[in-house]
């Protein structure tokens, strides 16, 4: 039976925290912003199978979510929008 992981919403705190400032963010920024987060393991690897380049917010949604969707995380750790 799948739970809310502790780490729930982190990845949503993480998009909110990129795009509080900037339009596009690129996959450097992803990554070094979810480091400085200090997201768990699970949560670095669905951020490090994102595809390198620059993102505009929705777009980065949609790779966050299918990478989350394709681990069967989407109610442990919670989708972005």
Known sequence: MNTQAQDYGELQ??????????????????????E???LSSDLMEVVELVPTGNY???RLCDQLNSIITAHGWGYVYGTVS
Request: charged residues 35%; without cysteine; glycine residues 0%.
């Open 56 to 58: 505009r917010r929705a």
């Open 13 to 34: 705190r993480l998009v909110d925290e990129l795009y509080a400032t900037d339009e596009v963010v690129s996959h450097v920024d992803l990554v070094v912003r979810a």
């Open 36 to 38: 400085m987060n200090d």
